[in-house]
């Protein structure tokens, strides 16, 4: 079981939070596309407002279609609950902007997403949050950079895109000796190859519009409390341990416990900032959901296959899949793979990488990952555009980095496609030799 | 709020309002194991609506410290002291499963500071199979595992949540896993005054109201009627819930007990 259900995770992406309504007995989880809920007369509604009972209000704090997903993601997870959100960087910001207040610190994964980066180093600045990035599997430095003011520890499971994974154990064991909870965003593994909270995590960042929505068709996120982190115990945290205003001086931790950081940003950032998932992305969401481990299977097999014959192909330069000489606690945290990113590089530097994608015809060049089709992008020039040379260096991007999310497709086809791109690639090189 | 009951801090829940001896006090007693978290929707109702709240973490159970108190005895006595503590006068005893066990017994110790009991999902015994206590005391995160999959009804068995987006077996789990649930078992186990308490509650014609779960597999229905006969009171029955009453349907069991709280208030 997973800490949150007696279900198999198959059975969890299926039905959890989610049985047929009695008026119409839908099968499919219904889209409840409304604003607003009618409420039974004005003690109900008081009684929502105050959080006296459980139900919805208003579709950007909870919307019924929204807690299917939430309640599932939960479940599949771990957790003692989830707040699903429009997008993967808002479930990211809601969770630092509940943890940390100004004045604070985060310390941080140098080798994660160009938008993540750019949200800890310049964006939270702003507020005076500042964010100390670390060699992340470097428990000393990870130690060294802990101050009093800091509040959490923050990585990427498997990092993108340099697809460093994670020590997972070690880092929570170096975070918890000094109270401090770690944040783990874990889209590059999904809940099907690796739950973080089993390995220590305390909180778990997804974006949804990756292989669990699967499609390419939604944009979501999900956080979700672990429910382990003794907030009050840490003493770091006031905005979980003290009275919240807004609420008659609500104490999420004395009044929800396991569920306090999640009851926190919903009665808070949902309602202040509210980046909520629409309820018809949550539905297209769920689709994907509920294929997850057939997809990822698919999607790993696919990727070991293409990472296999990459190493075979006179015009790579180079391949990177944390598979390759797995180190043992890749092993470890995902036995089943790690995952259907790979990075690579083709002789001839970045003008032969460019080559090799404007040349793919199945393959699309886009600025996402986790779809169902292959997607291949040129990092450097693109979502890490806005890094800096040394930021890039630090990120494991060189310029001749392809980035590749293996789909599903039959393999001999991407095979194939690959195999036209490499001789764009090659082409490239033998012009470069002519001159 | 917290207060100091036998040299032990002491946490007591008051639905998010300052305690107020001066009110009506209704006295949320939990279960086996678990904390006062579990009375969290009908903690506030009560707090904002007239009432004091006070919803004790017995001793060594989440946020209290001290020695877990091993009988039903010993906890209702520590109850007593624990509310003589606050001042309390005016007190309404509500109780799940093994926290009804203890305001039984307490209901003897308070005199005419007692103005009603509610019981939701339990009996006037509870016996706990041995092979669940063995477990509590070598492994609690299994017995915690095992008492939520018998103790969840069906609809939160497939993940449902009366609060949008969380999941409260794994809520259960965290809190149960930490608490002395094998003491608490127990206790359980060796209580064997309830049914004649709940008689003597019944002679002297204290208030009483009876709230049962018909999924319940822990203190199973016929067992609750069979207290409420005791009470001499009707019992009310939520269908589609489990044990965990008190979190599976939060809105039903306040909805009768808050009825029934207002009815003797007048």
């Known amino acids: 079981m997973s800490k949150s259900s007696f279900l198999g995770a198959d059975t969890i992406a299926l039905h959890s939070g989610y049985q047929p309504e009695s008026d119409h007995g839908s099968r499919a989880v219904p889209i409840y596309q409304t604003t607003s809920y009618v409420f039974d007369s004005v003690d109900e509604a008081s009684a929502l407002f105050n959080v006296e009972q459980g139900g919805h209000i208003y579709s950007r704090i909870t919307n019924p279609t929204v807690a299917v997903l939430e309640q599932r993601l939960a479940a599949l997870e771990g957790g003692a609950g989830a707040i699903c959100t429009a997008s993967g960087m808002s479930a990211l910001f809601v969770s630092f902007f509940s943890l940390c207040s100004a004045g604070d610190h985060i310390v941080s994964a140098t080798q994660i997403y160009g938008s993540t980066i750019t949200l800890l180093k310049h964006t939270l600045k702003r507020f005076n949050i500042d964010c100390t990035f670390v060699d992340i599997n470097d428990q000393q430095a990870v130690s060294d950079a802990i101050q009093d003011n800091t509040k959490l520890v923050f990585c990427e499971s498997i990092g993108n895109p340099g697809l460093a994974v994670s020590n997972l154990p070690a880092i929570a064991k170096t975070a918890h000796a000094q109270g401090i909870p770690l944040v783990v965003d874990a889209t590059f593994a999904t809940p099907y190859l690796n739950n973080p909270i089993e390995h220590g995590a305390d909180v778990v960042v997804h974006s949804v519009t990756k292989w669990i929505g699967g499609h390419g068709v939604a944009v979501g996120g999900v956080v979700i409390d672990g429910g382990n982190f003794d907030w009050l115990k840490s003493g770091r945290f006031p905005t979980l341990t003290q009275p919240y205003e807004p609420f008659h001086g609500m104490n999420f931790w004395e009044e929800f416990g396991p569920a306090a950081l999640a009851m926190r940003i919903r009665c808070e950032s949902m309602r202040d900032i509210g980046a909520a998932m629409t309820p018809h992305n949550a539905f297209l969401l769920l689709q994907g959901l509920e294929t997850l481990s057939l997809r990822m299977q698919q999607h790993v097999s696919n990727a070991q296959a293409i990472v296999t014959w990459l190493q075979q192909q006179d015009a790579v330069a180079w391949v990177n899949h944390p598979d390759i000489n797995a180190e043992a606690h890749t092993k470890a945290l995902f036995p089943k793979g790690a995952g259907s990113m790979l990075t690579f590089g083709v002789k001839g530097g970045r003008d032969a990488g460019a080559a090799f994608i404007n040349a793919l015809q199945l393959s699309s060049n886009l600025a996402n990952v986790g779809d169902s089709r292959t997607l291949v992008l040129h990092p450097g020039s693109t979502t890490h555009s806005r890094l800096s040379e040394a930021d890039l260096v630090a990120a494991g991007i060189g310029a001749d980095l392809i980035r590749v999310s293996v789909g599903i497709e039959t393999l001999k086809d991407i095979q194939a496609d690959f195999g036209l791109g490499l001789r764009a690639a090659a082409k490239v090189v033998a012009m470069q030799a002519e001159a | ?266």
């Not at chain 2, 973490?57 to 003589?84: C, K, N, Q, Y």
């Not at chain 2, 109780?95 to 005199?111: I, M, N, P």
């Not at chain 2, 008689?199 to 049962?212: D, E, F, N, R, W």
Request: net charge neutral; charged share 15%.
């Open chain 2, 1 to 266: 709020m917290y207060i100091q009951v036998d040299n032990a801090i002491t946490f007591i829940a008051t639905g998010g309002k300052p305690f107020d001896a001066s009110l009506p006090t209704v006295v949320l007693l939990h279960g086996s194991g678990t904390d006062h978290r579990g009375w969290a929707l009908q903690a506030r109702w009560f707090a904002f609506h007239g009432y004091s709240v006070f919803a004790p973490d017995f001793p060594a159970h989440s946020l209290s410290d001290g020695e877990a108190l091993t009988s039903i005895e010993s906890m209702a006595a520590w109850l007593v002291r624990a509310l003589d503590t606050a001042k309390v006068h005016n007190v309404h005893l509500v109780g799940h499963s093994q926290g009804f066990l203890v305001a039984l017994e307490a209901s003897t110790l308070l005199g005419d500071r007692l103005k009603s009991v509610t019981a939701l999902a339990t009996a006037s015994a509870i016996p706990v199979n041995p092979a669940l206590v063995e477990t509590a005391q070598t492994n609690p995160k299994a017995a915690a595992a095992m008492m939520l999959q018998w103790g969840f009804g069906t609809q939160h068995q497939y993940g449902a949540s009366a609060v949008p987006g969380m999941q409260p077996i794994g809520i259960g789990v965290r809190i149960m896993a930490s608490n002395p649930l094998a003491i608490d078992l127990a206790a359980c186990v060796d209580y064997n005054k309830g049914a004649q308490r709940a008689q003597q509650l019944a002679t002297i014609g204290c208030p009483s109201c009876v709230i049962l779960a018909g999924q319940d597999r822990m203190t199973p229905k016929r067992e609750g009627l069979k207290l409420a006969k005791d009470l001499n009171t009707q019992a009310q029955v939520v269908e589609e819930s489990g044990h965990m009453l008190l979190m599976e349907a939060p809105k039903q069991s306040l909805k009768i007990m808050k009825t029934f709280i207002q009815s003797v208030e007048k």
